[in-house]
């Protein structure tokens, strides 16, 4: 079921939002919202369901193994069952038509449907699992571990959510003070992720996909190559941060305050500075539970530079199942490490230099991102240097909104930063965000909405 449907607009959130605020104690309370929870997963596929349910259930009753025994077995148990699930399901073929090529054997891959969010509820699993293991975390009843991995707003694509960033919140009365306001702030939220969603993001990405396929398919021109690869830089920056909007605010619907994603990455001087910005929950898990026990910087620079290689390439290989996305880890690893030997001495660019450079790297990574193969990769950055066809001959490239969503994420302010903290209440407010949710949801209703790019992964 997607944020941005009909289906989920007008039918699931104000029932989802009645059940919550009717139940007047956390018990059923939590039930309701499990249940509506796998109600919200299943929509897609109902076969996802028991998959989810028994990740849930084994990840619990081995943060039980954990806490008793403080057992290293039992966690790397849970780790190898949470990757081994993500393997099977989205590596599976990536990794035999390798073998194939190496080998020589003929193989027919099997058609393997990727259950949606298996990257995130798994790596959220994984953290709370080592959290058991370090003391940092109590086992919880199992209502309430449902409820913090299948809480439906983070369920699908993010935040990843740490056990103590929801779960000690569900005992609070969901109707304490604030309440009008929470709601208030939530929805106009959401209401700036749907529109950044339907009114940038899917209106720009038409013209990277037709770019990107006559690069999979053949050559393009400079203009082309430069145009799609900045139409999906803006269209990934707008979907992802919409989903992000949306799911942050229907947490705070409920009373509940997730994690931001997004803090202007865009506006990042460095590419370590990027990644402090953008996903920054997959950021900070990839820091936490990858980089800062293979040595971070506690060993010295070349042990640093190899943790940021593996951390990164893992990274780029969660993001997909593709040389691509690999690639495109092993780039970001590059630019970190190179960051990080120009600045050990001090030194430094001016802060508009240091921002080109900075997008010149994070928009030449995007066209890795993007591409389906090294062959559609390479067309577009020949083509960027000039070496691609001279005359255009794709059309559609909407300037003016590209325009705008260049300096909205360049130069504005966050919508957390807006929705959350600046807005005071004003009913002519309320009034343009509910027109605008509205008319959005008209538009919306005209065709099947469009998936979110993270959906995925």
């Not at 059940?19 to 104690?25: E, G, L, M, S």
């Not at 799609?228 to 009373?255: E, V, W």
């Not at 865009?266 to 539970?289: C, E």
């Not at 300037?399 to 302010?413: E, K, N, Q, S």
Request: proline share 5%.
């Amino acid at each position: 079921m997607l944020f941005h449907s009909q289906l989920f607009v007008f039918l699931f959130l104000p029932v989802a939002l009645c059940c919550f605020y009717a139940a007047r104690r956390a018990v059923p309370r939590e039930y309701a919202v499990i249940a509506l929870s796998f109600v919200f997963y299943g929509w897609a596929d109902i076969r996802f369901v028991p998959l989810l349910a028994c990740s849930i259930l084994l990840n619990w009753a081995l943060a039980f193994v954990i806490r008793e025994h403080r057992s290293m077995i039992a966690l790397w148990v849970g780790v190898v069952a949470n990757l081994a699930t993500i393997g099977y399901f989205k590596y599976k073929n990536f990794f035999l038509e390798n073998i194939e090529f190496l080998v020589g054997i003929d193989w027919e891959p099997s058609p393997i449907l990727l259950p949606i969010g298996i990257s995130f509820f798994t790596f959220q699993q994984i953290s709370y699992l080592a959290d058991v293991h370090g003391g940092r975390a109590p086992v919880y009843p199992l209502r309430k571990y449902a409820f913090y991995v299948s809480y439906f707003p983070q369920l699908i694509a993010g935040p990843i959510v740490r056990h103590n960033e929801l779960i000690p919140n569900m005992d609070l009365d969901p109707w304490r003070p604030g309440v009008a306001e929470r709601i208030a702030r939530g929805t106009v939220l959401f209401v700036v992720g749907l529109v950044k969603k339907f009114a940038i993001a899917d209106q720009i990405a038409p013209h990277a996909n037709i770019v990107y396929a006559a690069a999979r398919d053949g050559a393009v021109s400079t203009a082309d190559a430069w145009t799609g690869t900045l139409a999906f830089t803006i269209q990934i920056y707008f979907d992802f941060s919409a989903y992000s909007d949306m799911a942050i605010g229907l947490a705070m619907m409920m009373g509940f305050i997730i994690p931001a994603n997004f803090d202007a990455p865009y506006k990042a001087l460095s590419i370590r500075d990027f990644w402090r910005r953008w996903h920054m929950t997959l950021s900070r898990f990839l820091r936490d539970y990858v980089y800062i026990p293979l040595g971070g910087n506690r060993f010295g620079v070349g042990r640093q530079i190899a943790a940021q290689f593996i951390t990164m390439t893992l990274c780029g290989l969660w993001h997909g199942a593709g040389w691509t996305f690999l690639l495109w880890g092993v780039w970001h690893a590059v630019g970190m490490s190179a960051n990080l030997l120009w600045s050990r001495d001090g030194r430094t660019l001016q802060p508009i230099a240091a921002w080109i450079v900075t997008m010149l790297f994070v928009i030449g990574g995007w066209v890795l991102f993007r591409a389906e193969t090294f062959g559609a990769a390479q067309t577009i950055y020949l083509a960027m240097f000039g070496l691609g066809d001279v005359v255009s001959h794709i059309g559609g490239f909407n300037v003016w909104l590209a325009l705008a969503g260049a300096v909205i994420a360049c130069f504005g302010p966050t919508s957390q930063d807006v929705a959350l903290m600046r807005l005071r209440p004003w009913r002519p407010l309320a009034a343009v965000a509910a027109i605008g949710l509205f008319v959005v949801m008209l538009e919306v209703g005209k065709g099947q909405p469009i998936d979110f790019i993270y959906f995925e992964f």
